[in-house]
């Protein structure tokens, strides 16, 4: 009950508050570091030691109170802890003694103890030691498999197994050496694989590229064989339109059922491209094979498109297409087929670069080609790449552009070749009609060319109306048509017909024609032989719609579209006008022939006395050669053709009379002269009579006749022979009897013009006798006509 004074009077005596906290700290046993650093900090250290002191001995009073209170409890307490001592030393003892008693029973069992922890230790190193082995045996074996594999070349296993051992034992090989080994040997292997592949890729790239000639040989033989098939299936087509007015024909049209597997037939193994492949992807390296393949093949492909320097294009062309063929059939199946090893823009740029070189070096070869059927095989071998590659996906506009590039350039090389053949068929030709004395020889010369004129088979031996030179031609414009087609053919172009058109328009007028206006202006043949030639023009300028026909057959246009189209050729027009400029030829040459019988007109006595009973020489000559001329003219030429030359023949012989008596060479002529030229010319008139019915042009309505060419010279020697010639300046008289007189020629003749000869005898005898009324007459027409001029 006296304890709280106490405790009272104990802390009143501390220094105010700050015992007080410090008290407080103490009672809840709490830190007290941080106020004795700042009693040391402020530097009032005595006061915290006066504190501390009089806590001290606070406590120390009540530790003596709690003592006073509870000693006779602490006395007890201490025998009790006496007693329990006691009890300790003699359980001290039991427990030595127990313990004496067990280390002497113990001491065998630790040793055998002993033995066996050491036995666990060797059993737990022997566990590890089975489980290293384990592993190395297991990694030892998988190293052995995957040497198994690289010898029998099957890598894909054997680097499955190295990624296994890489992935799945690498890491966990106890064995350091083992484990540096395997470490080590693993990139070795993948270097070998690798070098492995790529060697029998190696060998691959050499030996396709030996075998992409054939390849691209194969595939063009293909295409080849399709042009074929559907070349047929159009020629069947268009026989079925030719008959198609009888009737569907079962016949006609069938369904091919071949089996065209390409792929068979293209026979190449790609399986070291597609292991190499898949090996390089194996081994992370799959962008360096891709590179790697990419570069090799484009040097092969640079290696193929140079060529050969040792022999002709002609000869080395379709070798190196089929190479290039070949090598794009390859590239185009590695795309397909080779899981991402090629990409569609690396194939386009690889044809894009090769198809550029193919197009440069087909233009520098064309320029130097001189012979069109080696242009030809060289385009359609080239066509027939177009088509082999173009199946593949492969675009070829610009081998069709080259082409059509040199279009005109083989065109005219084969109007050369035309020309020259052309040339020596019409210099050799005799231009005498064919005989054709077989039936196969008619069939081969004129049926073939649809130059007869009716259906029926004639009788042989039969004689053409034309010379041997113009089948020769037919077949030389046909074959050039053909070769024309065959260029066209598998072009660019849609419609073919009318560029074939214009090149055949072009052999006959630049070619043919000319052939023809040179041999008609060189002047070396007969008359005979420019009537044969008349002839022939003639049979070939009706031949055009043949030619016509042919070439639309040729481009697949059905027979009758072509006969409905009224466009025709051109060149029938200008061999029209040839035919022309050989008719003026013949008339040349029948003037010429004329002219040499006309020279005799000089032998003419113009002053004789006498009046002739019979003709004058040069007459009897001209009348001779004119029926020679008429009988020719009418076996070969059309009547239309002989109207011309006889009627130009007619005419040169009225102008030669005329000149002859204008020109210097008559001084004068009597009356009994011209009686001679009116005995001529009646014999002239009733020949041309004669022939211009005979030859049936009476019956053409033609307006004027052969007599009518006589006209001029006719009214002449009817004015000298008039008993009133002054009638002449009757314009009546002159419209209905003189028509065809010229006031001046009239003049010139008729001052020449005597009524007798003027010999001496007669003018003495005559001297004095008056003058009769047509000398009368004929002075006043002299006079008149000179106050007329």
């Known amino acids: 009950m006296s304890a709280p004074p106490k405790k009272k009077t104990v802390v009143e005596t501390g220094d105010g508050g700050l015992g007080l ?92 103890l002993d033995d066996l922890l050491e036995l666990y230790s060797v059993k737990k190193n022997v566990g590890e030691t089975i489980a290293t082995l384990k592993i190395c045996v297991e990694v030892i074996s998988l190293c052995m498999t995957c040497n198994n594999y690289i010898a029998e070349a099957k890598f894909h296993p054997a680097l499955k197994t190295l990624d296994l051992i890489h992935k799945g034992y690498l890491q966990s090989i106890p064995l350091k050496l083992l484990k540096k080994v395997v470490a080590r040997q693993i990139p070795l292997i993948k270097l070998h694989i690798e070098k492995k592949v790529c060697s029998e890729f190696n060998d691959w790239l050499v030996h396709i590229r030996r075998m992409a000639k054939q390849i691209g040989q194969v595939s063009i033989s293909q295409a080849s064989l399709a042009r074929q098939k559907d070349e047929e299936m159009r020629a069947r087509q268009r026989e079925a339109e030719g008959h198609s007015h009888a009737g569907p024909d079962e016949h006609l049209y069938s369904l091919n059922l071949e089996n065209t597997d390409e792929e068979s037939a293209l026979d190449f193994d790609l399986t070291p491209v597609y292991r190499a492949h898949h090996m390089h992807t194996c081994l992370g390296i799959e962008e360096k094979f891709r ?62 670069t090769a198809i550029a070189k193919i197009t440069t070096i087909l233009e520098e070869q064309f320029a130097r080609m001189r012979t069109a059927s080696h242009f030809l095989l060289i385009k359609d071998y080239v066509t027939l790449l177009g088509a082999a590659v173009s199946k593949y996906g492969y675009q070829i506009k610009q081998l069709i552009e080259v082409l059509e590039k040199s279009r005109d350039k083989y065109h005219q090389l084969l109007l050369l070749e035309c020309r020259k053949q052309m040339d020596d068929i019409l210099t050799n030709d005799s231009y005498e009609q064919m005989v054709i004395k077989k039936k196969y020889e008619y069939n081969m010369n004129v049926t073939a060319f649809h130059l007869e004129y009716d259906d029926a088979v004639p009788d042989f031996p039969y004689v053409a109306p034309f010379s041997s030179s113009v089948p020769e031609v037919c077949r030389i414009v046909r074959s050039f048509v053909e070769d024309s087609v065959s260029y066209l053919s598998y072009g660019g172009l849609m419609n073919i017909y009318d560029v074939v058109k214009m090149y055949l328009d072009r052999v006959l007028i630049e070619v043919l024609n000319d052939s023809f206006l040179n041999m008609i202006y060189a002047r070396s043949l007969a008359m005979s032989q420019m009537m044969q030639l008349a002839g022939n023009i003639s049979v070939l300028e009706q031949a055009c719609d043949m030619y016509l026909l042919h070439a639309a057959h040729l481009c697949g246009i059905p027979k009758r579209v072509a006969e409905r189209s009224h466009a025709g050729l051109t060149a029938r027009a200008v061999l029209k006008a040839s035919q022309n ?70 005419s040169h012989i009225s102008d030669s009379i005329m000149t002859t008596l204008l020109n210097d060479g008559v001084k004068r002529f009597t009356v009994n002269a011209v009686l001679g030229l009116d005995i001529d010319l009646k014999l002239l008139e009733a020949f041309a009579d004669e022939k211009f019915d005979s030859t049936g042009l009476s019956d053409m309505g033609k307006e004027t006749t052969f007599r009518d060419c006589l006209v001029e010279i006719r009214q002449l020697v009817n004015l000298l022979l008039s008993s009133q010639p002054e009638n002449f300046m009757n314009p009546v008289i002159r419209q209905r009897n003189y028509g065809s007189l010229d006031y001046k020629k009239v003049a010139i003749v008729c001052d020449k013009y005597k009524d007798s000869a003027d010999s001496l005898f007669g003018s003495l005898s005559n001297r004095n006798v008056k003058q009769n009324a047509r000398k009368k007459s004929m002075d006043v027409l002299k006079r008149r006509l000179k106050d007329f001029s």
């Open 21 to 112: 906290g410090i008290a407080t700290f103490i009672a809840n046993g709490e830190d007290l570091g941080p106020i004795i650093r700042h009693s040391f900090e402020s530097g009032k250290p005595e006061a915290l030691m006066h504190n501390l002191r009089s806590i001290v001995k606070k406590k120390e009073v009540e530790i003596e109170e709690l003592c006073r209170l509870h000693y006779e409890d602490f006395i007890v307490a201490v025998d009790e802890l006496r007693g329990v001592l006691v009890d300790a030393e003699e359980l001290k003892g039991m427990l030595s003694d127990e313990n004496s008693h067990l280390q002497e029973a113990a001491t065998a069992l630790l040793l055998k």
């Open 291 to 352: 590179d790697y393949y990419y570069k090799n093949r484009l040097m092969q492909l640079n290696l193929d498109m140079q060529i050969s320097t040792s022999q002709p294009f002609l000869e080395s062309h379709q070798p190196f297409l089929a190479q290039v063929a070949g090598f794009f059939v390859v590239e185009e199946r590695v795309l397909r087929t080779a899981d991402g090893l090629l990409s569609e823009s690396q194939v386009e740029t690889t044809w894009e």
């Open 581 to 650: 400029a050989v008719y003026n030829a013949l008339i040349n040459l029948a003037n010429f022939k004329v002219d040499e019988f006309m020279v005799l007109l000089e032998n003419v006595n113009w002053i004789t006395e006498e009046a002739p009973d019979d003709a004058n020489d040069y007459m009897n000559e001209v009348l001779i050669y004119l029926e020679t001329l008429v009988s020719t003219a009418q076996e070969i030429l059309p009547l239309e053709a002989l109207y011309k030359v006889v009627s130009g023949a007619m």
